[in-house]
């Protein structure tokens, strides 16, 4: 059966490109590109496999969170514990969900005081997105630590022009809200763009309702963007960027009856970057300084109730990170770009935490600990007969710890122009450095680690039909991790573990009579515990579907209405009761779920939209016992002047 859904889905998105007639498609081949190698440049010199999403594609879904947006996409499968604003995970080709990089705006965001140095996305909306780049593979010949499966790049929007305002609004079930503000703009050789926005619920039952659990668990989200660029010179260029988020969310415990009314979790998160920009002897040498400090703060509290009278924690953590960075391109040759960068980054974090219950009274300090890592990075790029081209990487990074280590990647394309067909592939090697607790922790930290290590490639073709109109992508990829984290019979951590993960990609689009655009995407992923000691040897790594498949149609009329519909499927995998001992590996059912949503603009200035989620009510879990959104309806406008 699974190897006729993997047949039948791939047949289906072959035929869904090959019959639909366009005028244009959704990412054009010269689409400029910057995360895959630092620079701008075309789709089509590309040989990583490379995920855009615009502006344009989320106001047409309607989705307001980041979280929504990677669901969708291909390569990546996601987790969240317990709906809106609780815990979201992300898993790229299979990997952990730590072994994924996450930037924002060429900041790194990976938690410091997360004990595997992971990002939480359930605190990214979309109302100041400009664009998510996705490179998928190790990234770490250009970004260092924690790039082993990938990286995540989002950018925020630019003031150009004309000043602009706008303001929208939206409420729905269980009582949802969200206000969003937003000014761009320019005056004179200062460029500016202000976001702000409020959202929350009441929200769900974070436990499963469907096992008895009934009190409501919520959530708030405020959050505040400044950008601002500032032309000192005609070839220099001063630029400053502040973030800032605060969170707050109800939570239950992980178990079949864990409703909890007095659990909740409080974070403040600051970024701060600024950078300086400037071009050299005629635009040969284009060099970038950038600074970046992000400030985080969280807070989880599980007070004493009726349900638990005996049970209570209190969890702290507090983390920084600071980077410098100095990147320059040198354009010495003609279809020869040349990148060599110098990056320096130190960690810092304390956590505490204090509980009771059943078996006592348990406290765990971490005290204040920083690191330093620098990097030193290489990068050529050629282009023969703008048909083949090719970007090789080399880079050495030196920990404070664990010493050095060297990454390196290629990564091929050749175009076919007469056919419209690009083959392209890559091969590469990354790290992830050990986190502060697996060093520093007095219980379970071990100063002695080494960094996680993966390799990995992947071969493929990307087509385009009707004078490059409509693509059809199909990539087959292969991940290996070795020295992963971790623990020994004492719980220490070690490097001690290994895994694999492979499977193939496939990605179709094409517009309809250019009112009607088509986009699906399939993921096979095959991701296994590669250690012979481990208890699951051999078995899939949890809460990774091996059958991912998304569809969606968009159609506008008289540049008014717009109307789309995405379904989404997710295969059945394997997620543990850890609320046993030991604990039970389950088997998590496969669902689908159809989404809607329509806008039309009565005035140029005023749009009304509607969306439904989970049209059929489908009743599922992303992580055992923890619930998740019924059918839920929304309305809102939006006004732009």
Do not use: C
């Amino acid at each position: 059966m699974k190897h006729f859904l993997s047949f039948l889905s791939i047949l289906l998105l072959i035929q869904f490109a090959l019959f639909a007639q366009t005028d244009t498609i959704k990412a054009t081949l010269s689409e400029v590109v910057v995360t895959a190698t630092k620079t701008e440049t075309p789709y089509y010199a590309l040989g990583s496999s490379v995920t855009v999403i615009t502006s344009e594609d989320i106001s047409r879904k309607q989705l307001k969170t980041v979280v929504d947006l990677l669901k969708e996409t291909i390569g990546l499968s996601l987790t969240q514990q317990g709906g809106p604003g609780k815990l979201a995970s992300v898993f790229m080709r299979g990997a952990n969900s730590n072994h994924t990089l996450v930037i924002v705006d060429g900041a790194e965001m990976n938690d410091p005081s997360s004990p595997n140095n992971a990002f939480d996305f359930s605190t990214l909306n979309t109302n100041d997105i400009a664009r998510i780049e996705i490179v998928r593979g190790p990234q770490s010949t250009l970004y260092g630590s924690d790039a082993l499966a990938g990286v995540i790049n989002i950018i925020t929007k630019r003031g150009n022009g004309k000043p602009t305002f706008s303001f929208s609004g939206e409420g729905g079930s269980n009582n949802y809200f969200r206000s969003d503000f937003s000014a761009l703009g320019s005056l004179s050789n200062l460029s500016y763009a202000f976001f702000a926005s409020k959202s929350g619920s009441n929200g769900i039952s974070a436990a499963n309702s469907l096992n008895g659990n009934t009190e409501k668990d919520g959530f708030s989200n405020n959050a505040f963007t400044s950008r601002l660029s500032y032309d000192l010179l005609t070839n220099m260029k001063l630029g400053f960027i502040y973030k800032f988020t605060n969170t707050k969310a109800d939570l239950d415990q992980s178990a079949k009856n864990g409703d909890d009314p007095n659990f909740s979790y409080k974070q403040e998160e600051h970024l701060l970057k600024a950078n300086i920009n400037s071009s050299l002897l005629g635009e040969k040498w284009q060099q970038d300084f950038s600074t970046s400090f992000i400030k985080r703060f969280s807070n989880a509290v599980d007070l004493a109730d009726q349900f638990r009278p005996k049970s209570s924690s209190d969890a702290f953590n507090n983390a920084n990170r600071f980077k410098m960075e100095w990147q320059n391109n040198l354009h010495l040759i003609e279809n020869n770009l040349i990148t060599i960068g110098v990056e320096t980054e130190t960690e810092t974090a304390s956590t505490s935490y204090f509980s009771n219950g059943a078996w006592g009274p348990f406290n765990s300090v971490f005290p204040k600990q920083s690191i330093r890592t620098t990097g030193f990075y290489l990068q050529d790029q050629i282009n023969i007969s703008n048909s083949f081209f090719a970007s090789l990487g080399l880079r050495y990074d030196k920990n404070e710890k664990f010493g050095g280590v060297t990454t390196y990647r290629i990564a091929p394309a050749y175009y076919f122009s007469t056919t419209g067909t690009k083959l392209k592939a890559t091969y590469g090697t990354g790290f992830k450095a050990p986190s502060l607790f697996y060093l520093f922790d007095p219980m379970f930290g071990n100063p002695n680690l080494q960094p996680e290590k993966s390799k990995g490639w992947d071969f493929g073709f990307e087509h385009y039909f009707m004078n490059k109109n409509i693509s059809l992508g199909i990539t087959y990829f292969n991940l290996k991790f070795e020295n992963m984290f971790g623990f020994d019979k004492n719980f220490r951590t070690v490097n001690i573990a290994k895994a694999s993960s492979h499977g193939v990609e496939i990605s179709a689009s094409a517009n309809y009579f250019q009112n009607l655009s088509l986009n699906g995407n399939y993921t096979f992923t095959e991701a296994k515990d590669e250690y012979e000691q481990s208890a699951d040897f051999g078995k899939s790594l949890l809460r990774r579907p091996k059958h991912k498949l998304s569809l969606s149609a968009n159609y506008v009329l008289n540049e008014k209405l717009n109307l789309n519909v995405r379904i989404n499927y997710v295969g059945s995998r394997d997620d543990k009761d850890f609320s046993t001992f030991p604990a039970q590996r389950i088997t998590m059912p496969t669902y689908t779920l159809v989404n809607l949503s329509a806008s039309y603009k009565f005035l140029d200035y005023l749009e009304l939209t509607v969306r439904i989620e989970n049209l059929f009510d489908k009743q599922y879990e992303e992580v055992l016992y923890y619930g998740t959104l019924g059918r839920s309806f929304y309305a809102g406008m939006n006004l732009n002047f």
